[in-house]
């Protein structure tokens, strides 16, 4: 009986270990991208003098936006509270937000702060499964707007080909895997079909999340209206975003199409959420 046991948890104690020995994974991965780009694709010292050159009225434009756009963020997870029945202040959601970016930059991914909200609301409510599945829903409403702009502006820009693939075709794909999902997620029956599918295959072992996941969005299926202005919220934080990095531009001489920036800026979103390196 106890060799069964200690049999059982061989694969989760060899499953920590491992990511135990690669928490430095992340960091190195971080480092030498850091120095392909500050020592092989770019020249530093010319960076130095263009940053020390740049008009510090579009910074400080761009810094007030960006707030704008947080506190618009904050205000969409407070509407995402009441269909998990959780209650909070919007002064402590802002609060939450704030902290929640700062550790995204230093945290795996552009998700790793996430977490940090989830913690901070949990501790807040007492309600750490709800309090999850509202920040969850928060990136997953952002994550719509922030592929229907690239789609739109894809399609609307330049043709430009990356891997012999067109930028409106990735952006398609990437949006189809997003519609996939979030049906299954939201339709009962889509949901049963693609588990008796996952069930044949070697990803059987995700049910059970899986399941969780299914359970915990139900009550947001009762509140369409609620969703609704959520993502109009993520409209506006996506435009907000947009425009930061085109004032960042302008702070630094540059000019670029909205068009572009459109294109390019949720891709860099996209691409952040990947978890190999640091945001």
């Not at 190195?28 to 010319?46: E, G, N, P």
């Not at 499964?129 to 997953?140: G, L, P």
């Not at 990735?170 to 339709?187: I, K, P, Q, R, S």
Request: include cysteine; proline fraction near 4%.
């Amino acid at each position: 009986m106890t060799q069964s046991a200690a049999q059982r948890s061989e694969p989760n104690a060899g499953l920590q270990a491992t990511r135990a020995s690669g928490w430095w994974l992340r960091p190195l991965v971080s480092l030498i991208l850091y120095i392909l780009i500050f020592y092989y694709w770019v020249d530093l010292r010319t960076t130095i003098a263009l940053l020390r050159s740049s008009d510090l009225r579009f910074v400080l434009l761009g810094v007030l936006l960006y707030c704008v756009g947080q506190l618009a963020s904050a205000y969409r997870w407070l509407l995402l509270l009441k269909p998990v029945q959780l209650t909070s202040t919007y002064a402590r959601l802002a609060a939450f937000y704030f902290i929640g970016m700062f550790f995204s930059i230093f945290l795996p991914t552009i998700v790793g702060g996430d977490a940090v909200k989830a913690i901070l609301l949990a501790r807040e409510t007492g309600a750490p499964a709800r309090s999850t599945i509202s920040v969850f829903m928060d990136r997953n409403v952002g994550l719509f707007a922030l592929l229907a702009i690239a789609i739109v502006a894809a399609w609307s820009a330049p043709t430009i080909d990356r891997f012999r693939v067109s930028l409106f075709v990735l952006t398609c794909a990437a949006g189809v895997a997003y519609l996939v999902a979030n049906v299954m997620l939201m339709n009962a029956r889509a949901y049963g079909l693609a588990d008796r599918l996952i069930a044949l295959t070697p990803l059987a072992g995700i049910r059970h999340r899986a399941s969780s996941l299914y359970e915990a969005v139900v009550p947001y299926r009762r509140h369409l209206g609620t969703l609704a202005g959520a993502l109009a919220l993520s409209f506006l934080h996506q435009a907000v975003v947009i425009g930061v990095v085109f004032l960042n531009a302008r702070a630094l001489g540059q000019s670029f199409p909205i068009s572009a920036l459109a294109v390019f800026v949720p891709l860099v979103a996209l691409a952040g959420m990947v978890p190999f390196s640091m945001n």
